[in-house]
């Protein structure tokens, strides 16, 4: 079973840019979209973006022009890069993989990583 493990997170200033990483410990190839979720206490679980196999995204309205997702099969590698971040971005972001098989869709989760963003 594929295990996600996120990096990256940390405290940044508001305007500022942070890099987010979730390395799998096997190959991406068979997962048919991957995304990054973020929770913040009290609210919701939220999609922030999502990557398709053939690479087609889709984004959040909130971070639209601000946030960027990419994945890199060679590296088994997720990616969020966010930029000019807002303090209403600080959450708990989760990456996020669908597999679907014959039996079924197969959900993995990473631990999350937290980000904070001082206003």
């Known amino acids: 079973q594929v295990q996600l493990a996120e990096s990256g997170g940390g405290l940044v200033q508001a305007g500022g840019s942070l890099s987010l990483s979730c390395a799998a410990s096997?190959?991406?190839?068979?997962?048919?979209?991957m995304d990054w979720y973020r929770r913040t206490p009290g609210k919701e679980r939220e999609l922030v973006a999502a990557?398709?196999?053939?690479?087609?995204?889709n984004y959040a309205d909130s971070v639209k022009g601000r946030f960027t997702i990419s994945r890199d099969t060679a590296k088994n590698t997720l990616y969020l890069q966010m930029n000019n971040m807002k303090p209403e971005d600080t959450a708990v972001y989760y990456c996020?993989?669908?597999?679907?098989?014959?039996?079924?869709?197969?959900?993995?989760w990473g631990q999350g990583t937290q980000v904070t963003v001082s206003s």
């Open positions: 996020h993989a669908r597999e679907t098989k014959w039996s079924g869709p197969f959900h993995y």
């Open positions: 990557i398709t196999e053939v690479g087609k995204t």
């Open positions: 096997g190959s991406i190839s068979s997962f048919d979209v």
